[in-house]
């Protein structure tokens, strides 16, 4: 009896108290070793959604990533409850103790602040000592001493390995995927990322990488890991279809000791740099065994888009957006420059993200756009605010009525085609021009007219040389050959394709390798006829390869796709000259030129 009464109450407790929602701030309860990261996570308990969340200043910390939020749910009696988890990775700078504050969040009609959390940050010598206990002996799980009779391959298969982790394997065209490299340790040992993974048919964002040194550990089958986040991404699918993330390899050098000694075990992790003699650098007394590791291939299922409620004006926008437009003036002269600012902000691919369709009255003559992007690149997706600035001058004076400018898109959380617009814009154009103007032109016009006067006729004294050299020259029977007249020919056609790209020299790096980009696929347009999903790498790399073009021209070509699409989509600092990849370029097209001529 007293046993049913206890489950009774327990289930009415739940019941009653299933309503209500709680808010609470999650932290490490260990000391943080500086210089390492850690996570600070909000959990709000009992509700599926957050209608706004205002996170504190972390003051002492450096934000490594976030906000990542998580919805879930966790089970109590029976019954499930939704969590939502915001989760913030910072990295710790110096020692000292420090207090993170609540977050705020507003739930309904309510507004709810999480508890404040206090943390330790120690120095690495600090934790050294606090490890080692009074026998010299440490705390620690290391399993730097190899024991007699014990296996050196198995122990580190089972003390040192690399996982690769995914948000999801299926998702819509320009929906993200995000990507986690780790590898996990409880070994003295350097490892070298020798293969990083291929992300073919994605636009890739990175967001971690080595350089940010995030680590943490981590407790997995009773056993405490030191865990190296080396890689975390954003994949953006630029068609539909199957696709792999290809597998990241690692070699590793491991240090055993042969006795017994104090120390705690530490992993390097480099790329590239870990040169032949490298084992020198290990300590006396200890036997070293290399291995190498893979992460398992990733198959992504890319659904396209729904084609039935596509509108005619959808670019390739998908997330979560507004739009919003002004006018610089909204009274202006006639001849007069103003400026139409159009501002799409929300989350989603922006970098996919093209300028909307605008419906410029007749009278009116507007200039290409001028692009500025405030993205915030630590979320997921993107988020942040993309702004077209259109400049235009109208002959015609009146009164003008600029349209709603509509942003169709897709939201992947709801399956939809959405549409955003903006309000109408109304401009006037007076009769009236700056007399001052006039005059400036005026005064350039009747300056032109004298110097024009002096310039055309050099030039009819330079033509009338050219001429009778032409006419000297043909008299004379030399042969051109027919190789030289190709090669003058390839030239031309290749250049012709490069010009924008050549005109983007003194462009930032963005603009720039995007113009290359453009470039390199109007190429390939012109002389494959591809168009649409079939223009990737994949189909590209087949094709060439079909029409016999020498293998390490394909390479070079990859490679060159390869820099221009991380010039497009991260925020990688380039040491490259831009003049000389564009070299590059140009001898590449031609070498593969002369092969489909």
């Not at 206890?6 to 609470?24: H, P």
């Not at 390739?316 to 400026?339: R, T, Y």
């Not at 293998?551 to 925020?571: H, P, S, W």
């Amino acid at each position: 009896m007293k046993r049913q009464f206890l489950l009774y109450f327990l289930f009415t407790v739940s019941y009653f108290s299933f309503g209500q929602v709680s808010f609470r701030t999650v932290a490490p309860q260990d000391p943080v070793v500086a210089g390492d990261s850690f996570e600070i996570q909000y959990i709000v308990d009992g509700k599926e959604s957050v209608e706004n969340f205002l996170a504190p200043s972390f003051n002492g910390f450096r934000l490594v990533t976030g906000p990542h939020v998580y919805k879930g749910s966790v089970i109590d009696l029976n019954v499930a409850r939704p969590l939502v988890n915001t989760v913030y990775t910072l990295a710790a700078v110096k020692p000292g103790r420090y207090v993170i504050h609540g977050a705020k969040a507003i739930i309904g009609t309510t507004e709810l602040n999480s508890n404040d959390v206090f943390i330790e940050v120690i120095s690495k010598e600090e934790a050294f000592k606090r490890n080692k206990r009074k026998d010299g002996s440490f705390f620690s799980n290391s399993e730097y001493f190899l024991r007699p009779g014990e296996d050196p391959v198995k122990k580190i298969q089972q003390n040192l390995f690399l996982k690769v982790s995914v948000d999801k394997r299926s998702c819509y065209v320009g929906e993200p995927v995000t990507a986690t490299f780790k590898l996990y340790s409880r070994l003295e040992s350097k490892s070298d990322i020798v293969k990083n993974p291929g992300f073919y048919g994605f636009a890739v964002h990175d967001m971690i990488n080595l350089a940010d040194k995030r680590k943490k550990t981590e407790l997995l089958n009773g056993k405490t890991f030191d865990v190296h986040t080396i890689r975390e991404v954003q994949l953006y699918p630029l068609q539909p279809g199957k696709f792999s993330i290809d597998p990241m390899e690692i070699s590793n050098k491991v240090e055993f000791s042969r006795s017994e000694v104090n120390k705690k075990t530490e992993q390097e992790i480099a790329e590239g740099v870990l040169a032949p003699d490298y084992n020198e650098n290990f300590h006396t007394n200890t036997e070293v065994y290399e291995n190498t590791m893979k992460t398992e291939a990733i198959a992504v299922s890319v659904k396209p888009l729904p084609a039935k409620s596509k509108t005619d004006s959808f670019t390739a926008a998908v997330g979560k957006f507004i739009i919003h437009a002004e006018l610089k003036k909204d009274e202006i002269a006639k001849n007069e420059q103003d400026s139409m600012i159009i501002s799409v902000s929300g989350e989603g691919n922006f970098t996919q993200i093209t300028a909307p369709v605008i419906t410029w009255p007749a009278g009116i003559e507007v200039f290409e756009p001028v692009i500025q992007d405030s993205i915030n690149r630590l979320t997921i997706p993107l988020s942040g605010t993309k702004t077209f600035r259109y400049t235009f001058v109208s002959d015609k004076p009146g009164a003008y009525e600029l349209p709603a400018v509509s942003f169709p898109f897709f939201n992947p959380q709801t399956e939809k085609f959405e549409t955003v617009s903006t309000q109408p814009l109304k401009l006037q154009v007076s009769y009236k021009e700056k007399v001052k103007d006039k005059i400036t032109e005026a005064k350039k016009t009747s300056k032109g007219f004298h110097l024009n006067y002096w310039w055309l006729a050099g030039i009819a004294v330079l033509g009338l040389i050219v001429i009778i050299l032409f006419l000297v020259t043909s008299k004379r029977k030399t042969k051109i050959s027919e190789p030289v007249i190709t090669q003058i020919e390839q030239r031309t056609s290749v250049e012709s394709f490069l010009q924008p790209a050549q005109m983007m020299l003194v462009a930032d790096d963005s603009r720039f390798y995007n113009e290359l980009s453009r470039s390199i696929w109007n190429y390939f347009s012109n002389k494959t006829k591809f168009a649409g999903s079939e223009m990737n790498k994949n189909r590209l790399n087949d094709f060439l390869k079909g029409a016999n073009v020498e293998q390490q021209a394909i390479n070079d070509l990859m490679r060159v796709l390869q820099l221009c699409e991380a010039g497009i989509y991260t925020t990688v600092v380039h040491t490259e000259d831009k003049s000389e990849v564009l070299e590059t370029v140009r001898t590449i097209l031609l070498r593969i030129d002369s092969k489909l001529t």
